[in-house]
């Protein structure tokens, strides 16, 4: 992330961050996991039983409520870019929106996203994603789709692939020349496609296109994954011919030495979470070891447990040294640019001119060398964010949409089920 003298005395202009991975909808989650109903601690299963909860009930309109807030705080908080990894396709039932005989606009989901990201100005990547199966037990025998998995499905890998390619139309038409709505894909997991259905997106999808997946998040997966098909979920990407450098691995967290080795050789993206994965849980992932071997680490704020792209940056390394009992693991240019630049690439976005204006005479960067920002700055310190040639928030207020919190709290009052 370079940095350069900004307009206003005592700040920096910085290239903008890229969040490389959101979940939109588990911003409902902040702040309500952490506690179970006996009144104990909140464990994943408490938060994946709210999470479900929250994709069974949006409907269009209250998704487009709902992201315009999180965009807005994205944007205030600096971020210039983001891959939205979605897959909220359908009707609870699993029926399409616009489907024959329904009232219901075509995309409905999809396209709310696009409008909220229109409405903040942010520069959005729908990673539009395949599911199509309901997970793979710990014997690896498949799972059905559960009651809420019905409205991620297509049916097959050929049905998504066709519903893709008439939402390229349709986003296009949004976008309308803004130049800030583009389509990416995702493959949700290994557990929620057969191997027959990796091969038939390898060799059908627009090679073009960026393509996300999540990677070996909990060593669960790993276990099910080689009892159901003998190989890694590494192994079964590299050989449905999926492992390139268009691809990005999200979490890669629980990796043996092939595993990096085919990741890094494939010039891979691997999109790092550090607050989700801290906040679930997870554990810390290989984030040297696969740059050593050719990666390319970027970063994500997941599940919005907090959005702020320095902490996102300072957890990337503070992990790796609690990891590995040493310092300066990352460079500080080496982080930025994992902010910056790698984020770009994983969601196949041209280099541009967004960019932050920083505050190096705060509380916490008084002293700080410009480089070294993003081991000292908070969001709190981003004084103006700039995005395709506007300006969009100033201290941390939407230039347009006002405070982000404003927003949220219009949200909940709009929707008491999730109050």
Known sequence: MS????????????????????HAFHRILRGRTHEGADGGAGTFWTWREHMYAAAHSLTPAGY??????????MVAT??????????????????????????????????????????AGIRLVLLDTCYLQGGLAADGSVLPLDETQQRFSDGTAAGWLERHGRLAIAFKELDAGAGLLTLGAAIHSVRALAPADLELIASRLDPTLPLHVHLSEQPAENHACRNAYGLSPTGLLERSGLVDARLSAVHATHLSEADIAALGGGNAGIVMCPTTEADLGDGIGPARELADAGASICLGSDQHAVLDPYLEQRALEHGERLRSGQRGRFSPTEISAAAREAGLRSLGLPENDDH??????????????????????????????HING???????????????????????????EFS
């Not at 350069?4 to 959101?22: E, F, K, W």
């Not at 487009?64 to 705080?73: D, G, I």
């Open 356 to 385: 932050i204006v920083v505050a190096i005479d705060s509380v916490r960067t008084a002293g700080s060398r410009p480089a070294q920002l993003s081991l000292t700055a908070t969001a709190a310190d981003i004084a103006e964010v």
């Open 64 to 73: 487009q409520q709902l992201a315009t807030a999180v965009f807005a705080e």
């Open 390 to 416: 506007e300006l969009v928030a100033v201290s941390g207020i939407h230039t347009r949409l006002g405070d982000p919190a404003a927003l949220y709290a219009a949200f909940f009052d709009t929707h008491p």
């Open 78 to 119: 600096g971020y210039s870019a983001v891959g939205e990894f979605h897959y909220l396709h359908h009707q609870n039932d699993g029926t399409p929106y616009g489907a024959e005989g329904s009232d219901t606009e075509p995309h409905a989901m999809e396209l709310a996203l696009g409008r909220a990201a229109l409405a």
């Open 3 to 22: 940095c350069s003298s900004g307009a206003a005395a005592n700040t920096v202009r910085v290239s903008a961050p890229v969040n490389a991975h959101s």
